[in-house]
């Protein structure tokens, strides 16, 4: 299977390794390894210079991991935040029930309350897949909850199960400090947690996971315009909307969807993140609107973004854009009773909220997938801004001589580029190596660069070679990246 294949890549060359390995692991933890962690960091770093470059008022914060009982009481979580959990009255093992009913009866359940859940399993009589025995269903709340502190003074937590709210909690402070301006943006790249009853899917669902979200605050009597809506008016946007379920994709000019302007210019922005920033296949990519029953009740508007991921078994969601209105702040108005009206120009108001929401892991997952090509050779067709090394220099063979020539290339690119060496196996093996891990280029010091200071310059994708020299070397490469 192309996920397995993906998966002994990423374990043998250090992208992915499973949490706590010598203790067998624990579904749904994963660590990334050396090249895992260059990728995430490339990965991350290109969405921060795409999206915060949108506007001179986007900015990025950190905030903390842990949050207390009131932050969730306030934003819904302790309330809705579950997953429907089929028991099995027999031994008693438990199962997420969506993924039963999707893998054993081929229909959704999104959306489904508890009884109609309870009501499929039974009519399509559902067993218990480990012992036959029957189910029910009843909700599980995902987060994980903690104690903060000893004795009389704990104080119960959570684990956030979203970056976000720690954006909600820093707009007032932020709104003041950045000069009180609309549309203000605050991004949050960080790690949330949520306590899955069943991770699946290898990489694709996990306990605890990266998330990359922009929540962009504006006034609500302007989200029919943008500032810079002429620049996207013409641009098709690949849909799949409610009206298109069972029909093709279609193109659709933002001018001639039927959405507020602000909105608009976010999906331009966000489909141009993967096709043009990422620069990955069109086809491979498309909007799907969610209906009333599948998005949050507080989205008024709200379409995922997705790609078609064949490891995964067809479109797979990577993130969503979901206009929130002001239900995160006035949930945090009403439990704090902090004030987090605002005045901009004598209108006071609770500023509406876009969200930008990106799962960082399942992104990664996705350019892997895209990326993986077994034919004569294996490889690794990255994105050259992911890729974990932008280019790898050799020594023809492991005669000090050019490993000192070598070494001085590398010491002359590694400043500029994710760089690296290798002097060990033969060169073929070498290439190989670097086809595996994505490398876009591979620079060969040979016993001709001794001579006349060139150099064979290798691309992954076509494998085609050609000679340049070494002053050359740098502007060659930048005018490739």
């Given at each position: 299977m192309k996920s397995e294949e993906i998966m002994d890549i990423c374990m043998r060359r250090g992208f992915l390794f499973p949490s706590a390995e010598i203790y067998r692991g624990v579904a749904g933890l994963w660590d990334y390894g050396p090249l895992g962690t260059r990728m995430k960091n490339s990965w991350e770093n290109s969405w921060r210079k795409h999206f915060l470059s949108l506007s001179p008022n986007f900015h990025e914060i950190s905030t903390t991991n842990i949050l207390p009982r009131e932050v969730f009481e306030a934003s819904g979580h302790l309330e809705s935040f579950n997953d429907a959990l089929a028991e099995c009255s027999s031994c008693h093992s438990r199962f997420k029930a969506d993924q039963l009913i999707e893998e054993n009866l081929k229909i959704s359940s999104e959306g489904m309350n508890l009884e109609e859940i309870n009501e499929v399993m039974r009519d399509n009589n559902l067993k218990c897949p480990q012992c036959g025995g029957s189910l029910s269903a009843k909700f599980f709340n995902l987060m994980f909850k903690l104690e903060l502190g000893a004795g009389e003074s704990t104080k119960e937590a959570y684990l956030r199960p979203e970056t976000a709210q720690g954006a909600y909690l820093a707009f007032k402070r932020s709104f003041k400090t950045l000069r009180n301006k609309l549309p203000l943006g605050l991004a949050i790249i960080g790690k949330a947690f949520r306590n899955e009853i069943s991770p699946r899917q290898g990489f694709y669902r996990l306990r605890e996971f990266h998330q990359a979200e922009l929540q962009i605050f504006f006034d609500p009597d302007r989200v029919n315009e943008h500032e810079d809506f002429e620049s996207v008016k013409d641009k098709k946007l690949r849909i799949y909307s409610i009206e298109d379920?069972?029909?093709?994709?279609?193109?659709?000019?933002?001018?001639?969807?039927?959405?507020?302007?602000?909105?608009?210019?976010?999906?331009?922005?966000?489909?141009?993140?993967?096709?043009?920033?990422?620069?990955?296949?069109r086809e491979m990519f498309r909007f799907r609107e969610l209906d009333e029953k599948e998005k949050a009740f507080y989205n008024k508007i709200h379409w995922d973004f997705e790609l078609n991921i064949e490891s995964l078994g067809g479109f797979k969601e990577m993130g969503g854009i979901h206009y929130r209105t002001d239900h995160d702040l006035s949930g945090h108005q009403k439990i704090s009773k902090e004030n987090?009206?605002?005045?901009?120009?004598?209108?006071?108001?609770?500023?509406?909220?876009?969200?930008?929401?990106?799962?960082?892991?399942?992104?990664?997952?996705?350019?892997?997938?895209?990326?993986?090509?077994?034919?004569?050779?294996?490889?690794?067709?990255?994105?050259?801004?992911?890729?974990?090394?932008?280019?790898?220099?050799?020594?023809?063979?492991?005669?000090?001589?050019?490993?000192?020539?070598?070494?001085?290339?590398?010491?002359?690119?590694?400043?500029?580029?994710?760089?690296?060496?290798?002097?060990?196996?033969?060169i073929g093996k070498r290439y190989r190596r670097q086809d595996e891990v994505g490398t876009p280029y591979c620079i060969t010091i040979d016993y001709d660069t001794l001579d006349d200071d060139t150099v064979t310059l290798r691309d992954r994708d076509s494998m085609e070679q050609e000679r340049i020299r070494i002053d050359k070397i740098m502007e060659i490469l930048n005018e490739k990246a």
């Open positions: 379920r069972g029909k093709e994709i279609r193109e659709v000019k933002c001018k001639d969807l039927d959405l507020p302007k602000f909105y608009l210019y976010y999906m331009a922005k966000i489909q141009d993140f993967y096709l043009e920033t990422l620069k990955l296949p987090l009206m605002i005045n901009v120009d004598g209108k006071k108001f609770i500023p509406h909220v876009l969200e930008l929401s990106f799962g960082g892991d399942r992104n990664l997952w996705a350019l892997l997938d895209l990326g993986y090509e077994k034919k004569e050779r294996t490889v690794l067709k990255l994105p050259k801004n992911v890729a974990p090394y932008y280019c790898a220099v050799f020594p023809l063979m492991k005669k000090e001589e050019l490993i000192k020539k070598a070494k001085e290339v590398y010491k002359l690119l590694s400043n500029e580029f994710s760089i690296m060496y290798d002097d060990t196996g033969s």
